[in-house]
């Protein structure tokens, strides 16, 4: 019994340490970026922060490049200087607001929309948040 107990002991330090080890090379180790992209027949670099694309709500530049649309809204500044834009409703149905990305072509894409009232629901194309289908 001895003997399997300090059997047991040497293999889950010697795969302590080696785990260790793999995880300590990949900071000296750069990964080859070798993400190939269905729209592209080559690779492109890294997304920045890891996004394919991102929009920034309340940044102009960023609303225009990504062609947003929407009437009777404002822009707001929130906690820690982050803008946002409010919807100024005319009904109480709301009103749609609509804008373009550039998906990645897989089918694994997803859009996770931030929304801070929690009393309020989000459609997207007929689906409240939580439901939202997948092409």
């Known amino acids: 019994m001895y003997l399997f107990i300090k059997k047991t002991t040497w293999m889950v330090g010697a795969l302590a340490v080696c785990l260790s080890a793999v995880m300590l090379l990949q900071l000296f180790v750069p990964a080859a970026n070798d993400r190939v992209f269905a729209a592209n027949e080559g690779t492109q670099p890294e ?7 991102k929009l920034d709500f309340g940044n102009a530049d960023s609303e225009s490049a990504h062609n947003l649309k929407g009437a009777f809204t404002s822009v707001i500044t929130g906690f820690m200087g982050e803008t946002a834009r409010v919807s100024n409703l005319r009904v109480a ?11 990645d072509q897989n089918p694994d894409n997803m859009l996770a929309p931030d929304l801070t009232d929690a009393e309020k629901q989000a459609l997207i194309d007929g689906y409240v948040q939580d439901q939202v289908k997948r092409n």
Do not use: I, S
């Open 47 to 53: 997304p920045a922060n890891g996004y394919l694309d």
């Open 93 to 103: 149905d709301g009103e749609k607001q609509g804008f373009k990305f550039k998906p």
